[in-house]
């Protein structure tokens, strides 16, 4: 039995476990989870119903991206992603959470939730003053994301690490639908195309949406 | 310089760091952060905003409660109140985010948040649908806690775990403003009328802000 992970798309939770076990090294099979369908059998692995959910060689079944990542780096350690000592630990887990909680929040719900996901969960008409609010967020967050390109290697410090992978999974997302305005964001832009140009982001910048095509740059790591 | 912990009496996040630092034998001060003023100085050690934020002896900060709760994990393993192996870690850290995730969003934000929080922070009357929303939810999520409780000797497994700290701190919360219908759920109630009884929580229960008296019953070990 090989690893299996269950995830959507446009699943920015779902982008970090993927590209996570990429950088690690470790194969799996994809498998998309209608998660508004909540199937019978993916809520008695998941009673939260959402997605990724991975599912070990071994049959050991993990939900939540944070928890998968933790499980991830305590049984696979080599490299680390999180980092070597408690205080980088710390670091990168505090942006970790910025961009799952917050930046996820203020942007990525206001954005591909309104945009894509209520569509598929049929939550509705997109609400425009949601919209509006996600598109003048970002631009804080772009900041944010410079100012620390700017004065670190990686946006957790000197290496790569699940910060990068986080933020980058969050915009990814947005940038499919075209609502990143790099082009006012020189400092984040630049770590963007960093990230991108990593083999571990390959199979993300080849997604196709049947249906809903990206942008022309998406793809491009000279965008 | 002793160990500091920036909180707000109402904030489930800083009671779970409160009581996890109390299981684990570290001493430290309480400090109101009225995060509402958004104080540059507070700013500074947490561009997030929020509660809570501990300062270590050595002045090392730290935000966040689940990254402050796995950096006192690795810095003071004893004892382990994550877990001993990566599986039940993961089966800790999956309730932990289920509580301060799904439970905070589809109960505590709807109760404590409306009725509370939302005249701190100035964002308006409490909005009446959201409280029902809550009032509602927090049914199956009582329910969830009594299948965990009687199937299991603490909601995670074997041990008193992070998990249980941090569903009690979210129903301590709720509980303070009189909004668990206890009656209706026994198997729940006698989980949390143990966690009420650890040492750890005495704090908790004798909490009394300034102007909002909790129920007679919030701090009876025999409610």
Redesign the interface.
């Known amino acids: 039995m090989s690893r299996l992970l269950y995830h959507l798309w446009l699943s920015p939770f779902s982008r970090k476990v993927r590209v996570l076990l990429t950088e690690k090294g470790l194969p799996f099979e994809l498998k998309v989870e209608k998660t508004w369908e909540r199937r019978t059998e993916f809520l008695a692995m998941n009673?939260?119903g959402d997605v990724p959910v991975l599912v070990e060689p071994d049959g050991?079944t993990?939900?939540?991206s944070?928890?998968i990542a933790?499980?991830i780096d305590?049984?696979q350690p080599a490299p680390s992603l999180i980092g070597p000592d408690?205080?980088q630990?710390?670091e990168t887990?505090?942006l970790v959470?910025?961009f799952d909680?917050?930046f996820n929040i203020e942007v990525t719900e206001n954005l591909v939730g309104e945009r894509v996901m209520k569509r598929f969960l049929k939550l509705g008409e997109p609400h425009a003053p949601a919209i509006r609010a996600g598109l003048a967020n970002i631009h804080y967050h772009l900041d944010?994301i410079g100012w620390l390109a700017e004065r670190r290697t990686w946006l957790a410090g000197d290496d790569f690490s699940l910060a990068d992978i986080t933020a980058a999974s969050h915009l990814s997302c947005i940038d499919y639908i075209g609502d990143v305005p790099w082009e006012q964001h020189d400092a984040a832009k630049d770590w963007y195309a960093r990230v991108k140009s990593r083999p571990s982001f390959r199979a993300i910048l080849a997604d196709h949406i049947p249906g809903l095509s990206p942008p022309s740059h998406y793809a491009d790591l000279d965008f």
Request: glycine share 4%.
């Open positions: 009673p939260a050991t993990l939900t939540d944070q928890v933790e499980w305590e049984t408690p205080l630990r710390a887990r505090r959470q910025w909680g917050k944010y």
